[in-house]
């Protein structure tokens, strides 16, 4: 392995055969090169998917109302139907061990002042758990507590396009807004996913809402993360009986499909998911029959090349060469080959994915990327590949009797 006459020999073969060197690595390169910059491509198609279903929980359900369209129960149609907060605690209360977050919300456009600036927002009454629903980042301060909730306190969590609009300079966290003329104090700023649209909210307690709208407990919406280990069909069917509860506590028809409405993503994510699981798979079946062409495309050219020097062996087992130290020739110069074309094709396929970064993104394609664990697996398969592929027809050819060998043509 060590003999520096051996690796002389080597290298002053691949230096004299330079078609042939350079068919054998192009193969095993072009194999590496293709095979990465699929499979980042099938990466960047589900970065980019996942993003989409990321700006809020997407274990989610939504439930609200609307009017009747169907008489039942001695109650006529067009009645409109509203919740509370009763309706809210009877929905989460049903099934618990199915909840992982849960809120009720009420919202309103108010008027909101700080100093001599002043503009429209969409002020949302929630609870505590309203961050995990929408996904938001704090940047500053905190979010409402159970405590706010309980005691009504007049606190206010703000998107930071509010911050940008109204504060703008200095920690908004301790100032105070005039929210409709009530007085309201930030207490903590937040980010979203979602862009300025979401980033333009206001969060206070929804107890605080109610209050301020002469003691109502209406909610307009009721959001549920439901437990991630429900699977699709489990959690369809989890929001279908929500929906036939509910429907039976409003009394409203089986049949009317306005007065409560039932959202659950995991409809559109089953098939969503199953779509991106077929484009996945499609790719991963490319790059890994790429790959494999790479494997037999070095074994053909092995076959061609220790066909060729056919003569070349036989000259040597004339002069006394071992049939092993022929096949650990020809292994090793295989092996060397296969690495540093491998090497090439892998720095190269890295390279394009770097280059393309997110200028596919209009394609639904972001932020390509191999990981190095699955390409050092496919490394280490071409260069086995290019072991076994020298190996074969080298140990057959080193059982050649010299006479044969050196009649060959």
Request: glycine residues 8%; aromatic residues 8%.
């Amino acid at each position: 392995m060590f003999d520096i006459d051996r690796w002389q020999e080597i290298f002053s073969s691949i230096r004299s055969n330079v078609l042939r060197t350079v068919l054998s690595g192009f193969t095993v390169a072009l194999g590496l090169y293709i095979f990465i910059v699929l499979f980042g491509i099938g990466k960047g198609l589900q970065n980019a998917f996942q993003e989409g279903f990321t700006r809020d929980a997407q274990n989610l359900i939504s439930i609200f109302t609307g009017k009747t369209t169907i008489a039942y129960e001695g109650l006529q149609a067009d009645r409109q139907v509203t919740l509370n907060n009763s309706d809210y605690n009877a929905i989460v209360d049903a099934h618990p061990e199915k909840v992982q977050y849960s809120t009720p919300r009420y919202s309103t456009n108010l008027n909101v002042k700080y100093g001599k600036e002043s503009g429209f927002y969409q002020i949302s009454g929630a609870n505590d758990e309203e961050v995990k629903i929408e996904n938001r980042q704090l940047l500053n301060g905190r979010f409402i507590s159970p405590k706010d909730i309980d005691e009504k306190q007049n606190v206010a969590v703000i998107g930071r396009m509010v911050q940008r609009d109204l504060i703008k300079n200095g920690d908004p966290v301790g100032k105070e807004l005039e929210i409709n003329g009530s007085v309201f104090k930030v207490i903590g700023v937040f980010s979203d996913d979602g862009g300025d649209w979401d980033e333009r909210m206001i969060s206070i307690p929804i107890s605080t809402l109610q209050q301020m709208k002469k003691g109502s407990d209406t909610v307009s919406t009721v959001y549920i993360a439901y437990d991630e280990k429900l699977n699709p069909e489990q959690a369809l069917a989890y929001s279908d009986q929500l929906k036939k509860e509910l429907k039976a506590r409003k009394k409203v028809s089986p049949d009317d499909e306005n007065a409560v409405v039932v959202r659950n993503r995991a409809e559109g994510l089953k098939d969503s998911f199953q779509f991106l699981f077929v484009i996945t798979m499609i790719v991963g079946f490319i790059g890994l029959g790429t790959l494999l062409a790479g494997i037999i495309g070095i074994s053909n050219i092995m076959v061609y090349i220790v066909k060729e020097r056919t003569q070349e062996i036989g000259v040597r087992k004339a002069i006394g060469a071992k049939p092993r130290s022929i096949v650990t020739l020809i292994i090793q110069e295989s092996i060397v080959i296969t690495v540093i074309s491998g090497l090439i094709g892998v720095a190269l396929g890295v390279l394009t994915l770097k280059l393309i970064g997110n200028s596919l993104e209009e394609y639904f394609i972001k932020d390509p990327s191999v990981g190095w664990l699955l390409i050092t697996a496919a490394f280490i398969s071409l260069v086995m590949s290019g072991l076994l592929a020298g190996f074969v027809p080298a140990y057959r050819a080193s059982k050649i009797k010299p006479i044969e060998a050196l009649r060959a043509e």
